[in-house]
């Protein structure tokens, strides 16, 4: 199973910052703290950090996504329209077909001293 961006920050939150855990010694005299064997705290909050970004990322495509297809929605409905209204028709998206286009096409165009101003 594939986990989301989500699950994972989830997952390293419970399971991975447990078993970081740290060791003491000594070298030369002094005390030093070391994390032998394990991701270190660095490491887990620069993961953390970069899990937390992907998922804004991904949370952001998605938005962006959504309203695509929405304004794709509104597209459609305004060539339905006019089609509607003019009484033709204006076919399917394809790769041969563009429905909006179409649609367009079939208002007179507007004179040229309108367009100039």
């Keep these: 199973m594939v986990k989301t961006k989500s699950e994972f920050i989830s997952e390293i939150e419970t399971r991975v910052r447990p078993t970081v855990c740290s060791t003491h010694r000594f070298v030369d005299g002094e005390h030093e703290e070391t994390l032998e064997g394990r991701i270190s705290a660095v490491d887990l909050e620069c993961l953390l950090s970069f899990a937390r970004i992907a998922d804004e990322e991904e949370r952001a ?35 041969l077909n563009n429905p909006w286009e179409n649609a367009l096409e079939l208002f007179p165009a507007a004179p040229q001293e309108a367009q100039d101003e």
């Design 61 to 95: 495509h998605i938005k962006t996504i959504e309203q695509r297809d929405a304004y794709h929605d509104w597209a459609d409905k305004l060539a339905d329209a006019a089609a509607d209204h003019f009484g033709e028709e204006i076919g399917e998206h394809s790769n």
